[in-house]
Structure formats: C-alpha cells, structure tokens
C-alpha cells in the first residue's frame, strides 16, 4: 500500500503569511494527489486535484504543485478563514485511497 | 448531498448498518466511499464501491468484518459493520467520488461508538 508523510504536523502562522505545507508518497503517484481543509466538527472540504487543480469555488490563494513522490499546497496570503488542519490524499488507484496524516495550521 | 445516518453506541463484537442517503448529483454514475476519523485523529479511508457494486475494495483492517453497498434504485449507499472493535470508534463519512477524480463531496458524518 502507498504510505502518504504530510509535513509539519503543526504550523504557526500569522495572517498574511505565505505557507507551504509538503506530501510525500511512499512510490510514484503521478499527479493523483488531492487537498482537503478541515475545520472542527465539520466535513473534509476539496481545495486541489490532480496535484494542481483547483476545485470550483476555492480561492486563487490555494495552490498545489508536484508530481511522481512530491506534492506541496501553499497558500499565498494566509487569511484567517485559513486556520484548520489540511490534508492531502493519494488515488493512484481507486483500491485503495491513502491520506495524509495532517497538518494543523494554527495562529501564531 | 450526502445525508449519513445508522450511527450511534454499540458493544464490542456487535453489528451496525450505516445508510448513506444520496441526492442532487447521478447516484448511479459515481464510485462511493466511506470514510472514518477516530475522535482527535486523521482521516482513514475505509471502503469503495463502483458504480454497478460488483467492485468493492477495503482497508485492510476491516477486510472479512465491514461489507459496503449500494441500491441505485434508492440512491442509498451502506456500510454494515460487524465485529466491531473499540478502534472502530469514529465518526464514518459517506463521499462520492468525482468521475475519473477522487473523493469531491462529504456527508456531515455519523459517530459510532464502540464501548461496553
């Protein structure tokens, strides 16, 4: 199975900062790589597929980048609608999904 | 949209059926998911469906326990989950799967709870 390491877990940040969050797969993924945001109490949100493909709706700060085992999201101007835990995730094959383990981006 | 529904407090080594309730999209046409994320944890992928429900594929810790399906005519999506473990505890999503993409809408999620 295609293991997925996120990095950092965790990372402050101020409003208006520029933030880079990295996704790397255990083997080559192509470009089969997707972002969520996750707020508190609530459902996964799609911000980005295939790697680089913003999903309808998502502001123009997000963006992703990568492809084969590196992937990164960055968000260009960190607003504070931002602050919620990130996630990417691998469909390389639809047998078997993979994600992430997290990325919390906090207020510093 | 995805409405989840089933869950609730079960006993180790009991059974529950999860009924995901699908609307305003091509139920028939989507691959489906089901998705869980233990309390203060990540997101684990757990189940997939196809379109016709003849491919089904799943973690590897629920293999021989959960069993997913789908009934188009109802546009409903299930998980039933037998021999439940304390690590099963979670709240379970249902997703579609965008075609040829991956997972782009979620349920608000149901809790299952598995504790004597």
């Known amino acids: 199975d295609i293991q997925m390491t996120q990095s950092p877990s965790t990372l402050s940040a101020s409003v208006g900062d520029r933030v880079t969050i990295t996704c790397r797969a255990s083997q080559s993924i192509s470009r089969w790589l997707a972002w969520y945001q996750q707020k508190p109490g609530k459902a996964p949100k799609l911000l980005i597929y295939k790697a680089s493909s913003l999903e309808s709706g998502v502001p123009s700060r997000f963006s992703g980048s990568g492809s084969g085992t590196e992937f990164t999201l960055t968000i260009s101007c960190l607003q504070p609608d931002d602050f919620a835990t990130y996630y990417c995730q691998q469909y390389n094959s639809y047998s078997s999904l993979t994600f992430g383990g997290g990325t919390k981006v906090e207020i510093k | 949209q995805l409405v989840e529904s089933g869950g609730g407090l079960v006993q180790p080594g009991g059974s529950l059926r999860l009924s995901c309730a699908a609307s305003e999209f091509s139920f028939s046409s989507h691959w489906m998911s089901w998705v869980r994320q233990a309390p203060g944890k990540g997101l684990e992928w757990v189940a997939n469906i196809n379109q016709d429900g003849n491919g089904k594929y799943y973690v590897d810790s629920v293999k021989g326990r959960f069993t997913i399906s789908r009934d188009s005519a109802k546009n409903s999506l299930y998980l039933q989950m037998n021999s439940l473990r304390a690590e099963d505890t979670a709240v379970y999503y249902c997703?579609?799967?965008?075609?040829?993409?991956?997972?782009?809408?979620w349920g608000q999620g149901t809790l299952v709870t598995v504790s004597s």
């Open positions: 997703a579609k799967i965008a075609v040829g993409e991956t997972i782009d809408y």
